[in-house]
């Protein structure tokens, strides 16, 4: 059974930073496609950062250069170190675990429940 498990979120002043973490059990997160997706009031559910099965990295272009994606596989666990964060940041940011070992094919997503972040000006 797959289960993801968020942390990391709280609230922080516009150039500040912030990391989440991502607990997966069930599958090793070196096997799939794992991605962030974050979603902002009333706007919809967008992918962030993505970390393909064999190792590449993929970003939005809004946060390219200010966010970085990692996992460690001894701790099964996927990490999102925001930095240089914007008030246009603030979302619910999501986990997620993908069906396919690539990021650049379809992928269908099993998802964490959310962690909140906020960005102050």
């Known amino acids: 059974q797959v289960q993801l498990v968020e942390s990391g979120g709280g609230s922080v002043q516009a150039g500040g930073s912030l990391r989440l973490s991502c607990l997966a059990s069930?599958?090793?997160?070196?096997?799939?496609?794992m991605g962030w997706f974050r979603q902002a009031p009333g706007k919809e559910r967008d992918g962030t950062a993505f970390?393909?099965?064999?190792?590449?990295?993929t970003y939005a272009n809004s946060v390219k250069g200010r966010f970085t994606v990692s996992r460690d596989s001894t701790k099964n666990t996927l990490y999102l170190q925001m930095d240089s964060l914007k008030p246009e940041d603030t979302a619910i940011y999501y986990c997620?675990?993908?069906?396919?070992?690539?990021?650049?094919?379809?992928?269908?997503?099993?998802w964490g429940q959310g962690t909140q972040v906020t960005v102050s000006s």
């Open positions: 997620a675990a993908g069906s396919a070992d690539r990021c650049s094919v379809y992928n269908t997503w099993d």
């Open positions: 069930g599958f090793p997160v070196t096997s799939r496609c």
């Open positions: 970390f393909a099965s064999a190792g590449k990295t």
